[in-house]
Protein backbone atom coordinates (compact mmCIF):
# COMPACT_ATOMS: atom_id res chain seq x y z
CA UNK A 1 0.00 0.00 0.00
CA UNK A 2 1.02 3.55 -0.48
CA UNK A 3 -0.72 6.17 1.46
CA UNK A 4 -0.68 9.74 -0.56
CA UNK A 5 -1.28 13.36 1.40
CA UNK A 6 -1.54 16.73 -1.10
CA UNK A 7 -1.39 19.79 0.45
CA UNK A 8 -0.58 23.37 -0.85
CA UNK A 9 -4.00 24.50 -2.63
CA UNK A 10 -5.76 26.94 -1.58
CA UNK A 11 -7.46 30.36 -3.61
CA UNK A 12 -4.84 32.78 -6.44
CA UNK A 13 -5.04 35.10 -8.80
CA UNK A 14 -5.21 34.54 -12.28
CA UNK A 15 -1.61 34.87 -13.05
CA UNK A 16 -0.49 33.61 -10.37
CA UNK A 17 1.53 30.42 -8.61
CA UNK A 18 0.88 27.70 -6.41
CA UNK A 19 2.95 24.91 -5.80
CA UNK A 20 1.33 21.64 -4.87
CA UNK A 21 3.11 18.67 -2.95
CA UNK A 22 2.05 14.76 -2.51
CA UNK A 23 3.69 13.04 0.31
CA UNK A 24 4.25 9.38 0.19
CA UNK A 25 4.40 7.23 2.80
CA UNK A 26 3.71 2.94 2.87
CA UNK A 27 6.01 0.99 0.39
CA UNK A 28 9.17 2.05 -1.11
CA UNK A 29 8.27 5.43 -3.05
CA UNK A 30 11.09 5.67 -5.34
CA UNK A 31 9.54 2.20 -7.41
CA UNK A 32 6.86 4.36 -7.97
CA UNK A 33 5.63 6.37 -11.37
CA UNK A 34 3.81 9.55 -10.45
CA UNK A 35 0.85 11.34 -11.72
CA UNK A 36 -1.00 14.63 -11.20
CA UNK A 37 -4.76 14.89 -12.30
CA UNK A 38 -7.30 17.76 -11.32
CA UNK A 39 -11.10 17.80 -11.99
CA UNK A 40 -13.17 20.92 -12.72
CA UNK A 41 -16.63 21.25 -11.39
CA UNK A 42 -18.75 19.19 -13.41
CA UNK A 43 -16.03 17.68 -15.66
CA UNK A 44 -14.09 14.28 -15.96
CA UNK A 45 -10.86 13.58 -13.71
CA UNK A 46 -8.22 15.06 -16.52
CA UNK A 47 -4.58 13.78 -16.38
CA UNK A 48 -2.67 17.36 -15.86
CA UNK A 49 1.30 15.81 -15.29
CA UNK A 50 3.89 12.45 -14.89
CA UNK A 51 6.65 11.24 -14.20
CA UNK A 52 8.65 8.02 -14.10
CA UNK A 53 10.23 7.21 -10.65
CA UNK A 54 13.04 9.02 -11.45
CA UNK A 55 12.07 11.91 -13.01
CA UNK A 56 13.69 10.92 -16.30
CA UNK A 57 10.79 11.21 -18.26
CA UNK A 58 7.95 14.03 -17.90
CA UNK A 59 4.70 14.10 -19.29
CA UNK A 60 2.41 17.08 -19.13
CA UNK A 61 -1.15 17.77 -20.74
CA UNK A 62 -1.35 20.42 -23.77
CA UNK A 63 -3.38 22.70 -21.54
CA UNK A 64 -0.80 22.95 -18.95
CA UNK A 65 2.46 23.11 -20.93
CA UNK A 66 5.01 25.49 -20.53
CA UNK A 67 3.28 26.51 -17.00
CA UNK A 68 3.02 23.66 -14.91
CA UNK A 69 6.19 21.75 -13.78
CA UNK A 70 6.01 18.65 -12.19
CA UNK A 71 9.48 16.98 -9.87
CA UNK A 72 9.93 14.68 -6.98
CA UNK A 73 12.37 14.15 -4.62
CA UNK A 74 12.66 10.33 -3.48
CA UNK A 75 14.84 11.00 -0.47
CA UNK A 76 11.95 13.04 0.76
CA UNK A 77 9.17 10.73 -0.09
CA UNK A 78 7.34 14.04 -1.57
CA UNK A 79 5.88 14.69 -5.43
CA UNK A 80 5.74 18.38 -6.32
CA UNK A 81 3.11 20.29 -9.34
CA UNK A 82 4.82 24.01 -9.58
CA UNK A 83 1.57 25.71 -11.21
CA UNK A 84 2.77 29.38 -12.88
CA UNK A 85 0.27 31.75 -14.79
CA UNK A 86 -2.54 30.41 -13.85
CA UNK A 87 -6.45 30.88 -15.24
CA UNK A 88 -9.83 30.32 -13.89
CA UNK A 89 -10.31 27.47 -15.88
CA UNK A 90 -7.05 25.53 -13.83
CA UNK A 91 -9.87 25.62 -10.94
CA UNK A 92 -10.52 21.83 -9.74
CA UNK A 93 -9.37 19.60 -7.23
CA UNK A 94 -6.27 18.06 -7.94
CA UNK A 95 -5.21 14.60 -7.14
CA UNK A 96 -1.35 12.83 -6.87
CA UNK A 97 -1.63 9.40 -7.69
CA UNK A 98 1.54 6.47 -8.06
CA UNK A 99 1.71 3.32 -10.18
CA UNK A 100 4.42 1.31 -10.90
CA UNK A 101 3.87 1.99 -14.22
CA UNK A 102 4.51 5.54 -15.81
CA UNK A 103 1.16 6.34 -17.26
CA UNK A 104 -0.90 3.63 -16.68
CA UNK A 105 -4.17 2.99 -18.01
CA UNK A 106 -5.56 3.42 -14.00
CA UNK A 107 -3.53 4.06 -11.09
CA UNK A 108 -3.43 1.87 -8.40
CA UNK A 109 -3.01 4.48 -5.30
CA UNK A 110 -4.57 7.92 -5.00
CA UNK A 111 -4.84 10.79 -2.72
CA UNK A 112 -7.85 12.78 -1.40
CA UNK A 113 -7.08 15.86 -3.34
CA UNK A 114 -6.76 19.82 -2.97
CA UNK A 115 -8.55 22.18 -4.10
CA UNK A 116 -7.43 25.14 -6.24
CA UNK A 117 -9.57 27.72 -6.79
CA UNK A 118 -8.10 30.48 -9.58
CA UNK A 119 -10.06 33.82 -9.48
CA UNK A 120 -10.40 36.47 -12.71
Known amino acids: QVQLVESGGGLVQAGGSLRLSCAAS????????MGWFRQAPGKERALVAA????????YYADFVKGRFTTSRDNAKNTVYLQMNSLKPEDTGVYYC?????????????WGQGTQVTVSS
Open 51 to 58: MTWNGGRK
Open 26 to 33: GRTFRNYA
Open 97 to 109: AADEKYLPANYDY
